[in-house]
């Protein structure tokens, strides 16, 4: 089992950057998949960006692309989710989650633990 806690998130101005951490505890964190998921209100959770176990394979949602990099420190059981030329639209809160599976799920339903969230605020 592993908890998961993120921080980093803030009010910014379209345009700024954020980056965004997930700090791993209980069973190391290279014994997951790990992503990003955001949900704004009244709005389902969606996908943002995932990395694979050894951090080789990433995906990404088509709204972040070329904005938003997922990267992995395994030695210090970390995620993180550079975030730069933010939107108003990038407004949420960001959930990070770990998946036992093998690659890089891109659904909910796929991951097995969540953190708590923090929120992210874009202003235009």
């Known amino acids: 089992q592993v908890q998961l806690v993120e921080s980093g998130g803030g009010l910014v101005q379209a345009g700024d950057s954020l980056r965004l951490s997930c700090a791993a505890s209980?069973?190391?964190?290279?014994?997951?998949?790990m992503a990003w998921f955001r949900q704004a209100p009244g709005k389902e959770r969606e996908f943002v960006a995932a990395?694979?176990?050894?951090?080789?394979?990433?995906n990404y949602a088509d709204s972040v692309k070329g904005r938003f990099t997922i990267s992995r420190d395994n030695a210090k059981n970390t995620v993180f989710l550079q975030m730069n030329s933010l939107k108003p639209e990038d407004t949420a809160v960001y959930y990070c989650?770990?998946?036992?599976?093998?690659?890089?799920?891109?659904?909910?339903?796929?991951?097995?633990?969540w953190g708590q969230g923090t929120q992210v605020t874009v202003s235009s």
């Open positions: 989650a770990a998946s036992t599976g093998s690659y890089v799920p891109v659904t909910t339903g796929e991951y097995d633990y």
């Open positions: 209980g069973r190391a964190s290279i014994n997951y998949a």
């Open positions: 990395i694979s176990r050894g951090g080789r394979s990433t």
